[in-house]
Nanobody
C-alpha cells in the first residue's frame, strides 16, 4: 500500500509565496513521475507541474516562471515552490505519484490567494 500526503497549503495575499510538499510512503520501488494537479471550484482538474525520474520537469504555461517543482528522490518527496501567487491560483492542489503498476493520489491541500 502506498500513502501520499500533501501539506503546506493555506491563505496568502496576491504576490505572496507558498511551498507545498508531497510525501509518498509505503512499500514501493521506483517512482516514475510525481505530478502536481489543481482543481478550482467548478473547473476540471489540471496539471500544474511534473518531475520525472530523470529530474526533467514540465510546467503548465500559466505557472511558468512563478512555480518551481523539485524532488528529493531518497525521501520520495516532492515540493512546489509557488511565488507571485495570483487569485486565479486558488484551488485544491493534489499530488499524484506514478509507479509502474498504477498511480496514487493524495487528499489535496487548499491554496487560497486573496486579499
Amino acid at each position: 500500500q502506498v500513502q501520499v500526503v500533501e501539506s503546506g497549503g493555506g491563505l496568502v495575499q496576491p504576490g505572496g509565496s507558498l511551498r507545498l510538499s508531497c510525501a509518498a510512503s509505503g512499500s514501493f520501488f521506483g517512482i516514475l513521475v510525481m505530478v502536481w494537479y489543481r482543481q478550482a471550484p467548478g473547473k476540471q482538474r489540471e496539471l500544474v507541474a511534473a518531475v520525472l525520474s530523470d529530474g526533467s520537469t514540465n510546467y503548465a504555461d500559466s505557472v511558468k516562471g512563478r512555480f518551481t517543482i523539485s524532488r528529493e528522490s531518497a525521501k520520495s518527496t516532492m515540493y512546489l515552490q509557488m511565488n507571485s501567487l495570483k487569485p486565479e491560483d486558488t484551488a485544491v492542489y493534489y499530488c499524484n505519484v506514478a509507479l509502474a503498476q498504477r498511480s496514487y493520489w493524495g487528499q489535496g491541500t487548499q491554496v487560497t490567494v486573496s486579499s
